[in-house]
T-cell receptor, first 117, second 112 residues
Framework: DGGITQSPKYLFRKEGQNVTLSCEQNLNHDAMYWYRQDPGQGLRLIYYSQIVNDFQKGDIAEGYSVSREKKESFPLTVTSAQKNPTAFYLC????????????????FGPGTRLLVL | DAKTTQPNSMESNEEEPVHLPCNHSTISGTDYIHWYRQLPSQGPEYVIHGLTSNVNNRMASLAIAEDRKSSTLILHRATLRDAAVYYCILRDWNTGFQKLVFGTGTRLLVSP
């Protein structure tokens, strides 16, 4: 089955600790995204990548970092600089927006819930 | 980004049709109308999208007003599994990359 996997499902972070959330897709999509969702709120874009070895900041990138060394993988690191990391983190992928022209669909993973100890 | 306005919540009974409205009075001629839904504790999933004409798929129908300033997502027979937050989102096909702008959506409650 094609899809997006995220791990772990739950993650606990201690003060001053960096943690990395995994996102893998086997849909052969060029574009991948990370979103953050706070309770009762919509999703906010953290980082996105349109192609391997390239990524851009979204609306709330401070305190986060990403890498895109492989097409299938787009890990997100929540650094100690992110003072309020407790949230639901969602990874998504899509076909290349330029070729699909705005009608492309984003496919989301099941999410990782990050909690601070 | 063009804005959308949706009611905060709606209620329905199981097996009844549901009409979820979305206003987008500032829509441009090149904006697609997308709908996603998010079940509790899950990632959003795509439902349907359209540009000008009404659209149908196995999940739902999308009715687009003639002036495109509003649209309605139609679930023909609601089930308990349809209880979710529904997001109406505009995406410009004339722009290279663009993010999905999620508002707070409409929370649909379905009663047995």
């Amino acid at each position: 089955d094609g899809g997006i996997t995220q791990s772990p499902k739950y993650l606990f972070r201690k003060e001053g600790q960096n943690v990395t959330l995994s996102c893998e897709q086997n849909l052969n999509h060029d574009a991948m995204y990370w979103y953050r969702q706070d309770p009762g709120q919509g999703l906010r874009l953290i980082y996105y990548s349109q192609i391997v070895n390239d990524f851009q900041k979204g609306d709330i990138a401070e305190g986060y970092s990403v890498s895109r060394e492989k097409k299938e993988s787009f890990p997100l690191t929540v650094t100690s600089a992110q003072k309020n990391p407790t949230a639901f983190y969602l990874c998504a992928s899509s076909s290349t927006p330029r070729t699909a022209g705005g009608g492309e669909t984003q496919y989301f993973g099941p999410g990782t819930r990050l909690l601070v100890l | 980004d063009a804005k959308t306005t949706q009611p905060n919540s709606m209620e329905s009974n199981e097996e009844e049709p549901v009409h979820l409205p979305c206003n987008h009075s500032t829509i441009s001629g090149t904006d697609y109308i997308h709908w996603y839904r998010q079940l509790p504790s899950q990632g959003p999933e795509y439902v349907i999208h359209g540009l000008t004409s009404n659209v149908n798929n196995r999940m739902a129908s999308l009715a687009i007003a003639e002036d495109r300033k509003s649209s309605t997502l139609i679930l023909h027979r609601a089930t308990l599994r349809d209880a979710a937050v529904y997001y109406c989102i505009l995406r410009d096909w004339n722009t290279g990359f663009q993010k999905l702008v999620f508002g707070t959506g409409t929370r649909l409650l379905v009663s047995p």
